[in-house]
């Protein structure tokens, strides 16, 4: 027995009473000019970061010492749980993730203390404040509700275990990175709501705004595709999207954040947009808030949603009202003043941007419909019912392909004025090349499908125009090769982003669509020796052993693998019990490839030695994880452009 | 004014948000209570989800307790509630009929080779009709049938072992007496 826990408990409420000051001592410095009291604010975030630190590290060390006198840990440990998913279990539960949440809003915090000391100090004052009211709520909601420091008494001799889905490497990782994409939109919105206050909202902040966005959106992208990843791998049924609504409530930010993205950069060109773009920046953290609220509070059932407190709900809803609707208020009071920008025509980039932001809107309000529907009809009184995938994918699709149809165009657009003519001629060979590679792919894939060949044509088109967009501009005139060189090392990096992460775009696209299409799932029951063939590979069952793992037991199969008689590989699919929980756990094994994933997993013994089999052809299906990763990719060129190093060099 | 009105469109839409979450959190999502408690269960005549030639009517079940699942292929929740239904079918405590609601036949069939088959038969309503008859809100849902053909029990959302150990066994055991 050891006071950590107590060291760590104690510093959450140092934690609070640091963040009550930053949150109030520098907001009134800079409305009173008070240099003194606004000069408080970066050495307030380093300390709540500081002391958010000790308690997480209290948190992490009493994981690493079997300590179950703390009840967090006695319920989501185990002292035979391997060493890293110790660490996982940190942010296993409800009260552990939340304190990763306040961590990772300091380590934000710090970041633009540390990197934006060439901002204006009473704006700088502003934005910290912000963020230092943001994490009041969420210390105090710690405090009151879900401290993971709660003792247990008596001690129990060992723990509860981990939940078994979560003991995986991929939720090792999953959501530190989701929570720093979620967390990192507060960012933007601590800088519009700075700005609205201090009256600034102009290029500048726009150029201020846009690499933290652009970082937080890249953490998100990858915490997404890493989840996606996970339930692919770790459900055992092989699918990569549930519509489920806890992933809803991390692609809705995402949705909102790309929108943000795209009209942050129409402000910063442009000053276009000025009030819509501080609009969404404050939408894209309240979908934050509004998903964890949506986690957290159990208002909805869903598979991964944790447990449920009426108080904890309450505390989220008024915390969720006072911060959207304050800054919704003070958006209604200064947006009015900020003016149009420049203006433009009606074909021209900025109109192809304004559309697909809309779209991205729509989309995210759509997923947010879907979400809340069951509730808002139980509200009424009118029933409970459960919206499925159907209604999904019929509103997400139809909504999708305008977007990707404008991804092309937008980019080849120019600002202001843009001719239809010109614009045609110059993605004709785009368009032309599109048509073939969607039919060609159909034919080599097996068959012409009418849907797939619609995602396949978005999909291409966006190649094409990325394609022909970068031609355009490495084009020699005249001097052949070295021309083509230099004029490439003349494109911006931060555009060279952007292409990428479009091209992850349609990237993404080829792996949904041609998982959907042609995928091949057959579930046999197999003798040991006996074999299935799908789509040409040859499935041989090899029998089973039992084996024993850290904290389970499991049996495996042997699964070999041929194709015209040599052999691909030999698959070892589990299944596993979990000794504490005794939960069985299904474990395929998967022989991941560019273009076809093979993916086998057990299902229920039958008679005998014969088991139920489930053989999956998954052709291209890491392309939707690939994708990610090379949108992911994309931002981060964006965010090393020279121009915002340069800036910085120069007001510093 | 009136172009300053727009500007407050966001925090009115909010509101009504917010109003809506704050009625969620009286609500349980799992309770609704039944009209149907204590009456006749609905008359219905379905096909089998495996054989498309042969109808089940609601009269073929009088004289036996049994249970109605409520399931589709679509439907997540009901594989989370599945292995729990698997594990009790093997106790043979009643005879579990499942409803097949609004899904495709083939997607069904595939479900339960896939997931295990805990239900002696499942019938297939890929309208909704005979849902809607019990008054399905959502999927999954499990309703105790009685030898006279009333409904004695009725379970929202996925039944736990607590619902199946504390309810569910006792009630059957009682009705079968």
Known sequence: MTLLPEIGHFSLWLALGVALVLSTLPMLGAAYGRTDWMALARPAAASLFALVLLAFGCLVASFLRDDFSVLYIASNSNSALPFQYKIAGVWGGHEGSLLLWVQMLCVWMVAVALFSRHLPQALLARILAV???????????????????????????????????????????????????????????????????????????????????????????????????????????????????????????????????????????????????????????????????????????????????????????????????????????????????????????????????????????????????????????????????????????????????????????????????????????????TVIAALLTGWLAGEIHVVATCGLLMAFWVFGSVGTDFWERVRPQGKGLAEVWRRFRQIPVALLGMMLAHVGVGVFCIGVVMVKTYEVERDVKMRVGESTTVRGYTFTFQGTRDLEGPNYSATRGTVAVARDTHAVTVLYPEKRIYRVQQNPMTNASINAGLTRDLYVSMGEPVDNDAWIIRVYVKPFVDWIWGGCLIMALGGLLAVLDRRYRRNKEVKA | MKKHLRFLIPLALLLVLVLFLGAGLQLDPREVPSPLIGKAAPGFALTRLDQPGTTVRRDDLLGKVWMLNVWASWCVACREEHPLLVAFSRDKLLPIYGLNYKDQRADGMQWLSRFGNPYDVSLFDSDGRVGIDFGVYGVPETFIIDKQGVVRFKQIGPVTPEVIRDKIEPLVRQLNG
């Open chain 1, 131 to 433: 963020m230092g009211m943001i994490s009041v709520g969420f210390l105090l909601f710690m405090l009151l509700t879900s401290n993971p420091f709660d003792r247990l008494f008596p001690t129990p001799p060992d723990g509860n275990d981990l939940n078994p889905l979560l003991q995986d490497p991929g939720m090792v990782s999953h959501p530190p990175m989701l929570y720093m994409g979620y967390v990192g939109f507060s960012v933007a919105f601590a800088f519009a709501i700075a700005a609205l206050i201090g009256g600034t909202l102009d290029a500048t902040w726009a150029r201020w705004t846009r690499p933290w966005t652009t970082v937080a959106w890249m953490f998100l992208t990858i915490g997404i595709a890493l989840g996606s990843a996970w339930a692919y791998y770790e459900l055992g049924w092989g699918g990569w999207w549930f519509w489920d609504p806890v992933e809803n409530a991390s692609l809705m930010p995402w949705l909102v954040g790309t929108a943000l993205i795209h009209s942050l950069a129409v402000t910063e060109k442009r000053g276009s947009f000025k009030s819509w773009t501080v609009l969404l920046a404050i939408l894209a953290f309240s979908f934050s808030l509004l998903g964890t609220f949506l986690v957290r509070s159990g208002v909805l059932s869903s598979v991964h949603a944790f447990a449920t407190d009426p108080r904890r709900g309450l505390f989220i809803l008024v915390f969720l009202t006072v911060v959207i609707g304050a800054s919704f208020a003070l958006y209604a009071w200064r947006a009015p003043t900020v003016g149009l920008g420049a203006r433009f025509a009606l074909i021209s980039r900025e109109t192809t941007l304004l559309a697909n932001n809309v779209l991205f809107l729509v989309a995210a309000g759509a997923v947010m419909l879907g979400t809340l529907y069951p509730l808002l009809l139980d509200a009424l009184g009118l029933g409970k019912i459960s919206v499925g995938p159907p209604y999904f994918d019929s509103v997400f699709m139809p909504l999708m392909a305008p977007t990707l149809f404008l991804m092309g165009v937008g980019p080849l657009a120019r600002w202001k004025q843009a001719q239809v003519p010109d614009l045609a001629r110059r993605l004709q060979w785009a368009a032309g090349c």
